[in-house]
């Protein structure tokens, strides 16, 4: 199976911050990668496919980018509804696999 | 307005079957294909199956195989997971989504193993 890594596992951040998030999978997923947003008691919610493509409706703000085997989240300002853990999966090769996750919250 | 609402989780006994449900509306069931996520109380996600738009292909992760069945009624626009054999290791929500990277979900529903 491809195993999925985050880094950090959790960061603290104020409102305006740039943040960034990596996601490393195990071997190369080409571009098969997409980034989730998780908030306490709701449904994780689709943020980015494709390594780099924003979610229809989705705030500009975040950012995606990477192909091969490592990959990046990148909110530019930091917004206080951005406070969750962020989740990467690969949907290259079965079974898919998610990463560990990385909490993000406030400073 | 996509909407993806699951049920059918409940309480079950070790060795017990369950049948989850996800009825969908707002887009066109058959065209997409269809998968199950779950997520065991205050740990990650896992991907647990998928199914493609007609239900020839079915993929799972390992720890289901054998024991779960992801089926799809194009007709009813609704997608199914059979649980069989359950486990306690098998306690968690469950989420459907659409499309193989899971464009949209629907809330989830547990499912607590436990005698």
């Known amino acids: 199976d491809i195993q999925m890594t985050q880094s950090p596992s959790s960061l603290s951040a104020s409102v305006g911050d740039r943040v960034t998030i990596t996601c490393r999978a195990s071997q190369g997923i080409r571009n098969d990668l997409g980034w989730y947003q998780q908030k306490v008691g709701k449904a994780p919610k689709r943020l980015i496919y494709a390594a780099s493509s924003l979610q229809s409706g989705g705030p500009s703000r975040f950012s995606g980018s990477g192909s091969g085997t490592e990959f990046t989240l990148t909110i530019s300002s930091l917004q206080p509804e951005d406070f969750a853990i962020y989740y990467c999966l690969q949907y290259n090769t079965y079974p898919f696999t998610f990463g560990p996750g990385t909490k993000v919250d406030i400073k | 307005e996509v909407q993806l609402v699951e049920s059918g989780g409940g309480l079950v006994q070790p060795g017990g079957s369950l049948r989850l449900s996800c009825a969908t509306s707002g887009f066109t069931f058959s065209s997409y294909w269809m998968t199950w996520v779950r997520q065991a109380p205050g740990k990650g996600l896992e991907w647990v199956a998928n199914?493609?738009?007609?239900?020839?292909?079915?993929n799972y992760v390992d720890s289901v195989k054998g024991r779960f069945t992801i089926s799809r009624d194009n007709a009813k626009s609704s997608l199914y997971l059979q649980m069989d054999s359950l486990r306690a290791d098998d306690t968690t929500v469950y989420y459907c989504?659409?499309?193989?990277?899971?464009?949209?979900w629907g809330q989830g529903t547990l499912v607590t193993v436990s005698s």
């Open positions: 989504a659409r499309g193989i990277g899971g464009g949209y």
């Open positions: 199914i493609n738009q007609d239900g020839s292909e079915k």
